[in-house]
Nanobody, 120 residues
């Protein structure tokens, strides 16, 4: 069972990036998919989650209206579209999987992170 996040990089403030989370070894549609991030010198924090049952989505307040989580079960991949990025979004982003969405870090599966850097 593996999750692989990709799509990170450098972007100027106000720019956009789309992160991908590819699953291998299991069918993504059975799981809720979440994203966490960890900024330099800070604790890891939950960002967003999309449920497996009805596609309900959840976001932390600071990214609402800017980030959109989605999933393509046929491609066994989930996405995090990030718009109007700000310097405080700079972090390593991790995708996670679990039977249900949670606001805690108790997700069963974690992928390697992808670095997002927002700076001018």
């Amino acid at each position: 069972v593996q999750l692989q996040a990709s799509g990170g990089g450098w972007v100027q403030p106000g720019g956009s990036l789309r992160l991908s989370c590819a699953a291998s070894g299991f069918a993504l549609y059975h799981y809720a998919i979440g994203w966490f991030r960890q900024a330099p010198g800070k604790e890891r924090e939950w960002v967003s989650c999309i449920s497996s049952s009805d596609g309900s989505t959840y976001y932390r307040d600071s990214v609402k209206g800017r980030f959109t989580i989605s999933r393509d079960n046929a491609k066994n991949t989930a996405y995090l579209q990030m718009n109007n990025l700000q310097s405080e979004d700079t972090a390593v982003y991790y995708c996670v999987a679990d039977p249900i969405c949670k606001g805690t870090q108790e997700y069963n599966y974690w992928g390697r992170g992808t670095l997002v850097t927002v700076s001018s």
